[in-house]
């Protein structure tokens, strides 16, 4: 099965993906809070590996 901090990075990178591609479509707003949701997940797992 898949721990639970590697679910969360799927997520993460899932919100990052999302980011990219609602910028690419001309989604500025919407991009910069799907990017700033996976850098708040980013965040959260380097908190919990120290």
């Not at 919100?15 to 690419?24: D, L």
């Amino acid at each position: 099965m898949v721990s639970q901090r590697k679910a969360i990075a799927i997520i993460g990178m899932f919100f990052a993906v999302a980011g990219g591609a609602a910028w690419f479509f001309g989604q500025t707003i919407p991009a910069f809070i799907l990017w700033g949701v996976a850098i708040i997940i980013m965040l959260k797992i380097n908190k919990k590996r120290r």
